[in-house]
Each structure stands twice: as C-alpha cells, then as structure tokens.
C-alpha cells in the first residue's frame, strides 16, 4: 500500500468508527433517558442477595447499552451510602455481563438481513422530526442510533475488505499474547468503551481478515478490552470518596483477576478456539461476542462468592481518611447523567435539610423557653449548616435543570419551592434567637399557663412536621386531608393564645413589653405550619 493508500484507509476506518461510536452514544443516551425510572426501580431493590444484585447490574447495563454508565452510577450511590461495597460487587460482575450485549448487537452484522436494518436512521430521524411526544422523538433517535451502529459496523468492514490482503499481513505479524493483551487495554481505555473495541475486532472478522494465526490471538485483545473498560469507573471513583474508590478497585481487581486466570488458561492451550467456539458457532463474528459473554459469565460464578474478598482487598488498598463531613450527603455528580435518579436524590437531601432546619428551631425554642443564651450560638451553627446545603442543592439543581426534560423540570421546580420553605424554617428559628435575647435583656417572664400553650401548639408544629415528613417520603397524599386538619389546629391555637394574652393584658396579668415577643412567637409557629403545608401539598398527584 502507498501513503495515500494508507492515508485513504485511515480516514474510512475512522470514520466508520465514527459513526459506530455516534450510534452507540444515541443510543445510549435515549435508553438511558427513557429507561431511568426502571433503573431507578431496579437499584432501589438492592438486597443483601448476590445473585439479585447480578441480575440488577446485568438488567441495568442491557438496559442503557453501557457497563461504564451503570458503573459510574454504582460508584455514585455507594459515594453517598445508598449501597453497600458487598451490594456494589455483585451489581459490578452483572454489569459486566450486561455489557456483552452489545457485542451481540455487533455480531448480527455477519448476517445479511441486517444491511436492511440500516433503514432504521431514516425511519427513526423521521419520527424524532415528526412526533411530539418527547418519549417517541427518544424513540425516534433510538432507532436511528441502532441503524447507525450497523452502518459503522458497515463502513468498518467494506474499508477492511478492500484492502484485506494488505491489513492480513500486517496482522498475521502480531502473534505475541501479551502485546495483543496490551493492545486491548490500550484501544479500550483510549475510546473509554469496551464494546468499540470489541465490535471493531468483529468488523473484522466480518471482512474474513484474522488477527496472528487463526488460533487464541483475538481472545487476547477481547481479555485486554475488559481491564481498559475500569478506566471510566476509576476516573468518576477517584473523584469521590473513600468507598467510592474502592468501588472503582473492585470492579478492577475483578476484571484484572478474571483476564490474568483466562490468560493463563489460553496461553496453556493454544487450540482453545479451535476446540470451543469455533465447533459450536459458523461465524467468526459469532464466535468472538459469545467469548466475551462466556468469559463474562464466566468470572462472575467463580468469583460472586469471592465478593469478600474483594471488599476487603479493596480497603487494604484504599485505607480510611478522616475527613470534614460533606455539606450534602445524597447529591454525586455522577447522578447528574440520569435525571429521575438525580430528583430522587434531591428530595432525600430535602429532608435532610427540613430536619436539619427543624433541629435548628428546635435548639431555638428551646433556647428562648429555658432563657439559655448558650443554646443561641449550636441555633445558629445549624442555621449556616442548613443554608450551605441550601446553596448545594440549588447549584445541583441548576445543572440538572439544563439536562431534563419538561415533566422533569416540574419536579425541579417543586424542589425549588420546597426548599424556599424549608429555609423559612430556619429563618423562624433565627427569629426564636433574637426573642431570647430580648427576653434576657429585658428580663420578661411567661406564666406556666402561657408556656405549656406554647408547648402545645410547638407539639402540634412536630406532628404537623411528622406527617409532611411521612408524605414527602412515602409520597403518600392520602395524608394530606389530616395534614390540613392539623394544620388548621394550629392556626386556632395561634388566635386561642393571642386572645387569652389580650384578656390578661386587659387585667394587668402580663407586661406590655411581652405582648411584641409573645405575639410575634405565636405568629412565626403559625407561619412554621404553613411552610409545613405547602411542602406537603406539593405531593399531590
């Protein structure tokens, strides 16, 4: 071949690997979009069961075409404690398996009824225009990302044919197991995706060409590929933190672990495909995604009952670090790619930060009710606490907000509102500090009968408190009929309590000076219960 030859070659093959990685990133992207409240579903059903979290892993992966998306996830709720690393095992060895899919989607290009399934980018670009539904205009691209897949594949295998005698004796050189081994970690790290790889490898077995001498030598690259797809994974984990990281270790020892006993096993006998894959399937294509998929599951039954071992290989290497107790505990960035997993975990950061706020106006009433002016500094210390994880959501939320779609964007903007009452919460116990000191200053005192109304209505705010809580979670709008009740007892207590004040005013009982804190006090515990309420209606279907 001369230089423009070579230089003619290049340019096709990659841009064949072009359009193949295009089709892959529609596709995955849309699946993910449209499948994410499956996959919400299937990781909340995390058990202590392995071969559930295999199967969980594996369902994800096929279900967005990406062991690294699914991955990253796994390291993102393990980063903020929603699983466990013996949980995160199991679901990484079904990612693995999951992921093969792909290279079975690859594999149907050696058949000639898939040159008419490249009518699928017209037919789905035509709905994405068409539709005005976002879920078919999904769809749409879907289709269009799966034809695409196959014309990459197809434009792939056309250049190699062309030019396969050339590219033969190139590749009939390279014999050296841990050179192709290599070579599979290398493309795979650099494209960040084991199935370009692996279907590039297909692509050419498509085009009749064979990599060494017919035998064992492609395995060695499909072996590589495995290892390089950890780099994803440790990229996103060794941003995070400290089990986190081990997540991203795990699911490298794995790989690595599963890769070296596969070595050996091929290395000591070099007839393996000869024997195997090459006796039970007809096409080379065939041949090699079903090694990907046996070596997959494979590695899992022998190592899911290893997955101690591993957990605590991972801590030795990745050892514990004190450090400062994030401002956020549920929110990842990695969650960001899946916006129904995202909203979730906002509105489990929502009630911690409504407890946060309620801790705050609990050390407050406390403060003001015990006349403690050293309870008014921890008031304050959880007022900045809650306002730090205040500003974090709305960051999160703003970033989120440029990635969903419109049914999406309602639930954010719900959010938004929730966490403006929330941080009125907090305010009111900003305000509780502020009549403890005038009560000490002052030196005003409130009868018992006036503090156990007090304490009455504050225990009606904690039930009121309690039921928006279970609602908000359980997304339970059965509660909201005796969430209004409750919420109507308190503003009857706050006119019950104002009027006995004025009657004992009007007999000389209470100071003149009392009646701005008491009056102000009753009507902030009133405003705390309509905050309360309007957090609750907002589960309403």
């Known amino acids: 071949m001369t230089i423009a030859e070579i230089a003619l070659f290049c340019v096709k093959l990659l841009a064949g690997t072009g359009v193949f990685l295009v089709g892959v990133q529609l596709l995955t992207a849309n699946i993910e979009q449209l499948a994410t409240g499956k996959i919400k579903d299937l990781f909340s059903r995390t058990a202590d069961k392995r071969l559930v979290n295999v199967g969980i892993g594996a369902a994800s992966t096929a279900l967005i075409q990406s062991s690294g998306v699914t991955t990253v996830l796994i390291v993102g709720f393990v980063n903020v404690g929603l699983m466990n690393l013996y949980q995160a095992a199991a679901m990484i060895m079904g990612a693995n398996i999951g992921t093969t899919i792909t290279a079975q989607i690859a594999a149907l290009s050696a058949f000639p009824?898939?040159?008419?399934?490249?009518?699928?980018?017209?037919?789905?670009?035509?709905?994405?225009?068409?539709?005005?539904?976002?879920?078919?205009?999904?769809?749409?691209?879907?289709?269009?990302?799966?034809?695409?897949?196959?014309?990459?594949?197809?434009?792939?295998?056309?250049?190699?044919?062309?030019?396969?005698?050339?590219?033969?004796?190139?590749?009939?050189?390279?014999?050296?197991?841990?050179l192709l081994f290599v070579l599979g970690i290398f493309l795979t790290a650099l494209v960040q995706s084991s199935s370009a790889t692996t279907s590039v490898v297909i692509a050419m077995s498509v085009a009749g060409l064979t990599i060494g001498t017919g035998g064992n030598e492609v395995l060695y690259i499909?072996?590589?590929?495995?290892?390089?797809?950890?780099?994803?994974?440790?990229?996103?984990?060794?941003?995070?933190?400290?089990?986190?990281?081990?997540?991203?270790?795990?699911?490298?020892?794995?790989?690595?672990?599963?890769?070296?006993?596969f070595f050996a096993v091929l290395a000591c006998w070099p007839s393996f495909m000869e024997e195997t894959f090459r006796q039970w399937f007809a096409a080379p294509a065939t041949q090699i995604a079903m090694f990907h998929t046996f070596f997959n599951l494979t590695c899992t039954l022998l190592f899911l009952p290893l997955c101690g071992g591993f957990v605590k290989a991972s801590q030795l290497l990745i050892r514990e670090k004190a450090s400062p107790a994030p401002a956020a505990t549920f929110l990842d960035?990695?969650?960001?790619?899946?916006?129904?997993?995202?909203?979730?975990?906002?509105?489990?950061?929502?009630?911690?930060?409504?407890?946060?706020?309620?801790?705050?106006?609990?050390?407050?009433?406390?403060?003001?009710?015990?006349?403690?002016?050293?309870?008014?500094?921890?008031?304050?210390?959880?007022?900045?606490?809650?306002?730090?994880?205040?500003?974090?959501?709305?960051?999160?939320?703003?970033?989120?907000?440029?990635?969903?779609?419109?049914?999406?964007?309602?639930?954010?903007?719900d959010l938004h509102s929730n966490l403006g009452?929330?941080?009125?919460?907090?305010?009111?116990?900003?305000?509780?500090?502020?009549?403890?000191?005038?009560?000490?200053?002052?030196?005003?005192?409130?009868?018992?009968?006036?503090?156990?109304?007090?304490?009455?209505?504050?225990?009606?705010?904690?039930?009121?408190?309690?039921?928006?809580?279970?609602?908000v979670l359980d997304r339970e709008a059965g509660l909201l009929p005796q969430i209004d009740r409750t919420e109507d007892l308190i503003d009857h207590m706050r006119r019950q309590l104002i009027d006995q004040h004025i009657h004992r005013l009007n007999l000389g009982e209470c100071r003149p000076e009392s009646s701005g804190v008491f009056i102000?006090?009753?009507?902030?515990?009133?405003?705390?219960?309509?905050?309360l309420n309007y957090i609750a209606h907002t589960v309403q279907p």
């Open 520 to 531: 102000n006090l009753v009507s902030n515990l009133e405003r705390l219960g309509d905050h």
């Open 222 to 261: 499909i072996l590589g590929t495995n290892i390089g797809s950890c780099v994803t994974a440790l990229m996103s984990a060794f941003t995070a933190g400290t089990n986190a990281r081990r997540a991203g270790i795990i699911h490298l020892l794995f790989n690595a672990l599963g890769s070296a006993i």
């Open 421 to 471: 009452d929330i941080m009125r919460i907090a305010e009111i116990a900003d305000n509780l500090t502020k009549y403890t000191r005038k009560s000490i200053d002052q030196g005003l005192d409130f009868s018992e009968t006036v503090r156990a109304g007090l304490d009455d209505m504050v225990g009606q705010v904690e039930n009121l408190y309690s039921l928006t809580r279970r609602a």
């Open 113 to 178: 009824i898939t040159t008419y399934i490249q009518i699928l980018v017209f037919v789905g670009i035509m709905m994405g225009m068409a539709a005005k539904k976002d879920s078919w205009k999904k769809t749409g691209m879907i289709l269009a990302g799966l034809g695409l897949i196959f014309i990459g594949l197809s434009l792939m295998s056309e250049v190699m044919k062309a030019n396969r005698d050339a590219i033969q004796r190139i590749f009939e050189t390279v014999t050296n197991p841990l």
């Open 333 to 413: 960035e990695r969650m960001l790619s899946s916006a129904s997993l995202a909203i979730s975990q906002l509105e489990k950061e929502l009630v911690r930060l409504s407890d946060l706020a309620m801790d705050a106006f609990r050390t407050g009433y406390r403060s003001f009710k015990e006349k403690n002016a050293e309870l008014i500094e921890p008031t304050q210390q959880l007022i900045d606490q809650a306002g730090g994880v205040s500003q974090t959501m709305v960051n999160y939320m703003i970033r989120l907000s440029a990635k969903s779609k419109l049914s999406e964007e309602r639930a954010i903007t």
